[in-house]
């Protein structure tokens, strides 16, 4: 700070080299209390009927803007869970369909990102196959659609002592390859979905190219959420030093099925910064501030320690 005396018992010279002065310091102050961009990871309990779904996921995004998110992160299943599989194949539709159409023409009226966690689109051989994708879709907040991931793992698990009995291949195709990690306002977003999240060598690959968010939109069962969502979402965080943003179902789907809840938002230390809770829809804001990633990074080296890749698989020369 300079006081007035100072400034006006100075040369003309001097006088406006302390001007300049001055302002550098006024910007730099004012760069200082700039706010980190603010992510909204969703809550939300979808059920068949897509009309329901869609108020229900348009007044979560309208709080998030409302409240000052750049970036809206809905769940698996947003678009709707069905009852059944002849339910869940007749209620899909493409990515030129009506929901996919509003959720973009929302984005462009609101000026949001949305991430669109887990769509069911209709495969490339619909009229043959009559099979679909579990699709994560990234919109801008011009409306239009940046980046599209189809699901690679898909959920096929028989867990008598638990309750759970799905198997995600009778209705779905796995994706034929993971993407790039996309460019968003709150940093370069690597993309997975739900079950995903069990296989680290996805995130690892994602993290090689460069994304300091792994995001795994969920519909997580209760019996597995209950045992292994939070440890598997701050393992991601902690091993590849990455925000992990996790929207999920919550709550009673149908008669058929419920889901865990807890969407969540953790920090590249590991540090859970924000838990929905297991019962109701709703949202939880986390500012986004890349240095954290970047410290941490800095001051735990775990990519440069990493040994080539050729190492990790010498045991099988063996």
């Not at 002065?21 to 309990?45: D, E, F, G």
């Not at 460019?183 to 090689?208: H, M, N, W």
């Not at 902690?238 to 920090?267: P, T, W």
Request: net charge neutral.
């Amino acid at each position: 700070m300079f006081t007035v005396g100072c400034i006006l018992g100075t040369s003309t010279k001097h006088f406006a080299s302390l001007q300049a002065l001055r302002q550098q310091i006024k910007l730099q102050n004012r760069m200082s209390t700039v706010p980190h961009p603010v992510a909204a990871v969703c809550q939300v309990t979808a059920t068949p009927d897509k009309q329901a779904n869609l108020s229900a996921c348009k007044l979560l995004v309208e709080e998030a803007k409302q409240r000052g998110a750049s970036m809206v992160f809905l769940p698996e299943g947003f678009d709707y869970i069905g009852s059944s599989r002849e339910e869940t194949l007749s209620l899909s539709e493409s990515l030129n369909g009506d929901t996919i159409s509003q959720y973009t023409q929302l984005a462009r009226k609101l000026e949001v990102w949305l991430s669109l966690g887990g769509f069911h689109e209709r495969g490339h051989e619909w009229e043959t196959d009559r099979r679909i994708y579990n699709c994560h879709i990234i919109i801008n907040d011009k409306g239009d659609i940046i980046s599209v991931y189809r699901k690679s793992h898909l959920f096929d698990v028989e867990l008598p002592e638990k309750g759970v009995s799905l198997k995600e291949s009778a209705s779905t195709i796995p994706g034929p390859s993971l993407v790039s990690p996309v460019q968003t306002p709150i940093g370069k977003v690597g993309l997975g979905i739900c079950y995903d999240l069990r296989f680290p060598e996805l995130s690892l690959a994602l993290l090689r190219h460069g994304a300091e968010i792994l995001t795994y939109p969920s519909a997580f069962t209760v019996a597995t959420g209950t045992a292994h969502w939070e440890v598997l979402l701050r393992a991601r965080a902690i091993e590849n030093q990455c925000f992990v943003l996790a929207a999920a179902q919550a709550g009673q789907h149908h008669e058929k099925r419920s889901s865990y809840g807890h969407a969540m938002a953790v920090d590249p230390w590991g540090e859970v910064l924000g838990d929905c809770g297991g019962e109701k829809p709703g949202l939880v804001l986390v500012e986004i501030d890349l240095e954290k990633v970047n410290s941490t990074r800095r001051n735990m080296p775990i990519q440069q320690h990493r040994r080539n890749t050729g190492f990790y698989h010498s045991l099988e020369k063996t």
